[in-house]
């Protein structure tokens, strides 16, 4: 007899803030508008006045304010777009190296902030790299999971997996100092001749090959010489990262007893990868390896210039660093309101607004992760809420959701469905932070690449296609930071 595979519904998009629903800077627009008229008609005693400010000032300063378009504050909206077009007019959407400039071996070449505060340090514990953030002082580690193809598992084996998961992330998040915690499904282009050397030390190893079977070891040779033969884009490779970030300011204590320094912070963040790799192989990763520094090089250089795959192979079978010190980030960034060019690619990255709402079964994203001869990358980046700030944020938003129920009564407009589910969804949650559970609020990511622009808009679109259950929304104007937080496993946050 089987597990049972568990279904799971996503709550929905909080929109409860301050009063009635809004937010501080909606109210403030608001506020500024009845603010404005209220002056005037105490310093002018004058209706005409009054009403030119009405028309000119209150009215659009309400409106303004008050507008929410697809569920989100038009105030936000205006603000992200305002940022964009003031980076453009400053010039902050281009990036090119300047070989000539010299460069510490020790920084993420990557433009923007990350580049300018993250660095890569050596492990003294377990050889892994230390991603470090300087102004934050936050440490991170990537580990790479294999596994076997989920989508063909048992359901036995989706139910397992499903469950150590689950246990992976409730432990995690209840580590000290853990502030963030990070899947990256990746999907990338993989050279062919990595493919054929994977096939022939694998049918070694499990005994297989021509003497085994063949047909199938003719079928599989002529499926790699013809996509070989039809470009990088027809091969591609699967693989998950996982990244761990810790607070090592909440931490300080155990780092002084670790050693101090950057050898404390080694022994701590090197203790944490171990138990994130045992928690991983419940969820059904056969192996879990902590990145070291070219690795974490590596990867970084193949999301901005995924046709370097070739060269990079070339590089490692000769015995040489696959990327060179200094040069994992892109040679030119050329930033679009809706996409992103970068050395052999354009990116897109969009945001997962809303999960599913119906009860949807383990495995759902399959399609999504596991399929498509596209480059994309699946992100989801969780962080954990500490309980008494998670219960005063319900409350908050609780009492949000109560102020428009009886605005909507004193008006004697209809109660919406959507806004009692909120309700019921909010007071589900708050009981089971009361009996034990804790709370993470995931955010979801979606970067999409291709040669081209126009190879861009097709694979996009599949990408929605295999999508259907997600609401997906195009990051516009924040295309840069989003790929940065998105596609690059640096512990890096959008915000």
């Known amino acids: 007899m089987g597990l049972y595979l568990d279904r799971a519904s996503f709550p929905r998009l909080e929109r409860a803030n301050w009063l009635w629903g809004f937010t ?6 608001a506020g500024s508008g009845i603010g404005a008229l209220m002056l005037t008609i105490l310093a002018t005693q004058s209706l005409a006045e009054a009403s030119r400010v009405l028309v000119a000032v209150t009215i659009p300063a309400v409106t303004f304010g008050l507008t929410s378009i697809r569920r989100r504050a038009l105030v936000s909206i205006a603000s992200e777009q305002g940022v964009w077009m003031l980076r453009k007019m400053l010039g902050q959407t281009r990036w090119r190296v300047r070989p000539e400039a010299p460069v510490d071996a020790h920084d993420m070449p990557v433009p923007g902030a990350a580049g300018a505060r993250m660095k890569v340090l050596s492990s003294a514990f377990g050889g892994g790299a230390i991603l470090w953030d300087a102004r934050t002082r936050w440490a991170t580690a990537v580990v790479r999971c294999t596994s076997t193809s989920f989508a063909m598992a048992s359901d036995d084996a989706w139910a397992s997996r499903s469950a150590g998961f689950a246990d992976l992330l409730a432990q995690l998040v209840t580590h000290d100092g853990v502030v963030r915690v990070a899947t990256h499904a990746r999907t990338v282009p993989a050279a062919a001749a990595a493919a054929a050397d994977y096939y022939t030390r694998t049918s070694h190893e499990r005994g297989g090959g021509p003497a085994s079977s063949p047909w ?8 790699l010489a013809e996509a070989s033969s039809a470009g990088q884009a027809q091969m591609v490779s699967r693989d998950v990262l996982v990244t761990i970030t810790l607070d090592t300011s909440v931490l300080r204590g155990r780092v002084k007893e670790a050693g101090g320094g950057h050898r404390g912070i080694s ?6 990868v171990s138990a994130l790799g045992g928690l991983l192989e419940q969820a059904g990763a056969e192996s879990a390896a902590w990145l070291d520094a070219d690795e974490v ?8 210039d995924p046709a370097a795959i070739d060269l990079l192979a070339e590089r490692r079978a000769a015995g040489l660093r696959p990327v060179p010190a200094g040069s994992a980030g892109p040679v030119r960034l050329v930033e679009h309101a809706d996409h992103l060019v970068t050395d052999s690619a354009a990116h897109a990255v969009y945001w997962v607004a809303e999960w ?5 079964e383990v495995g759902f994203l399959a399609n999504l992760v596991c399929q498509g001869s596209y480059a994309h990358v699946l992100t989801c980046v969780m962080t954990p809420v500490p309980l008494d700030r998670a219960l ?8 949000g959701v109560a102020s428009q129920v009886r605005l909507a009564e004193k008006l004697d407009r209809h109660v919406s469905a959507e806004m009692a589910a909120e309700e019921r969804d909010l007071e589900d949650r708050e009981l089971e932070l009361t009996t034990g559970g804790v709370d ?7 970067t999409v690449s291709a040669p081209d622009v126009e190879a861009l808009g097709v694979a996009s679109a599949e990408a929605k296609i295999a999508a259907t259950l997600l609401d997906l929304r195009l990051l516009r104007g924040q295309q840069a930071a989003a790929f940065a937080a998105a596609s690059l496993p640096i512990g890096w946050g959008l915000r």
């Open 216 to 223: 199938a070891h003719e079928a599989y040779t002529q499926v």
């Open 297 to 304: 090089d590596e990867v970084v250089r193949l999301a901005y």
């Open 440 to 446: 993470v609020r995931y955010t979801g990511y979606l």
């Open 392 to 399: 005063r944020d319900l409350g908050q938003a609780r009492v």
């Open 267 to 272: 022994l701590i963040l090197a203790r944490e």
């Open 356 to 360: 599913p709402r119906a009860e949807v």
């Open 24 to 29: 501080g800077p909606q109210l403030i627009w």
